[in-house]
């Protein structure tokens, strides 16, 4: 966003649920209702969490794990320290 923009346009999705059985219907106001929010709301926190992985590992958690299984020394470790590579990077070209 340009600071001259007093405003930031954001597109957001929009679903329609069709066919909803009333008990299904009549369970989410309730449970809304518990919650203290909106039917859309509480619908949004469901599919939120139902597509949220679960357990998901980060890659440096990963990475950080490996290298405890490991079990390299310091000397080993200053192994790899002295033969990687400190040049930096170039900025990548589409031209």
Known sequence: MHASNA?????KAMLTVRNLSEEV????RVRAALHGQSMEAEVREILEAAISPQGRVKLGSLLADMGRQARLTDVEFAVFEQVRDKTPSRPVSFE
Do not use: D, G, K, T
Request: proline share 0%; charged share 20%.
């Open 7 to 11: 405003f930031e346009v954001i597109a």
């Open 25 to 28: 219907h009549r369970a989410l």
